[in-house]
């Protein structure tokens, strides 16, 4: 039997608290848990207010500047014989298992790093140390694998984050109440906030059978857009997850979700796990959420992190990435993500149809059975 103790990290998110939470139906009889006490006083941490509002950029850090590799000391409470569990670094003595999101985050999302020290990396996952890989995604096994070769790949393997099913009507659509969008993001521009408002502005001069509920840290700027609409509201992003589960989710019919930059995408696991349509870009893992045509529609970004599973030329901007957004031409975008609103506005049938492949899909693929 393995003793799990789990890195005291500062930041958490929700997912990997909910990791810690559901620790034995997610990892059976087989793993012992140590400190179940991280949990105390613990809340899913987000981009805070300040952070997501600010307009000053961010100078490079020196995790940026000096090649580095996110490697952990030992807790010192922790008993000799446990595994150490970190989510996205390595453990620098004793056996440990690795929770990655994208197999960036090992050198702190420093490319440069990663050339450097990429020997150094797949030889440690590849000791008897590193007791297990874990991914959150098929696309972050298949970066795996393309970084480090077949044995890293093969060694990995991908555990979807924690989520159980939740309810939601899927006959609304059938009445002739509006179709229910939903947006959820602190980060606004970086989500894509900027070209959902316009699309759906256009969308509202064909067609306002329809509501839009976003949850964002809105810029000033971007407030007049949405004055005086009766059927967008904006919502400060201050709900904790559980509430925007039963206020919204519950009672919405499709998740936009337009991201510029995404390693998984949580929302949308979650949208599915409501039932819900997603619209949503080409971005990372979001594919494996979402079969085009099927339970959504998957639009090309004008700009993104990735190319595929693999960082593209502004994977480096993330620091400063809504400042490079602001500059990029979305009209294209604009019309694409529009026409997949107005599909189901248009067509309530193929919207129940939808949701009926993201129950079926949610089920299937990422529910947890126990």
Known sequence: MHKIYFYPHEYLRDRQLDTIKNFKLIFGQNYKLLNSSILENRRGGQVSKKNALSENKMSKSWKNIFPLINIKKRPKKAPKDSVIY?????????????????????????????????????????????????????????????????????????????????????????????????????????????????????????????????????????????????????????????????????????????????????????????????????????????????????????ISIWNNQMPSENFSLIPNYKFYIRKIDTKDFEKKLEKSILYYIDNPIELIIARRFSKNLFEKKFMYKG
Request: hydrophobic content about 40%.
């Open 86 to 302: 970190i989510w996205g670094g390595l453990s620098l003595t004793g056996k440990f298992i690795v929770e990655v999101d994208n197999p960036w985050t090992l050198v702190g999302n420093n490319l440069n790093s990663m050339k450097i020290f990429k020997w150094v990396i797949k030889k440690i996952l590849l000791s008897k140390r590193c007791i297990e890989i874990r991914t959150i995604s098929e696309a972050s096994r298949n970066s795996l694998g393309q970084l480090f070769g077949k044995e890293v790949f093969l060694k990995a393997t991908c555990n979807y984050p924690f989520i159980q099913k939740k309810s939601n009507n899927l006959e609304k659509g059938k009445s002739n109440k509006p179709i229910r969008f939903l947006f959820v993001g602190t980060q606004f521009e970086i989500k894509g906030g900027e070209t959902l408002i316009k699309s759906f502005l256009s969308v509202l001069k064909k067609n306002k059978n329809c509501k839009l509920d976003i949850i964002t840290f809105l810029p000033n700027r971007f407030k007049k857009l949405v004055q005086n609409k009766k059927e967008i509201s904006v919502h400060d992003a201050s709900f904790s997850r559980e509430e925007i589960h039963s206020k919204f989710m519950k009672h919405c019919d499709v998740l936009l979700f337009p991201t510029y930059g995404e390693s998984f995408g949580m929302v949308a696991l979650e949208a599915l796990a409501h039932s819900m349509a997603i619209i949503t870009t080409d971005v990372y893992a979001l594919r494996e959420m979402v079969i085009n045509d099927k339970n959504g529609f998957i639009i090309k970004p004008p």
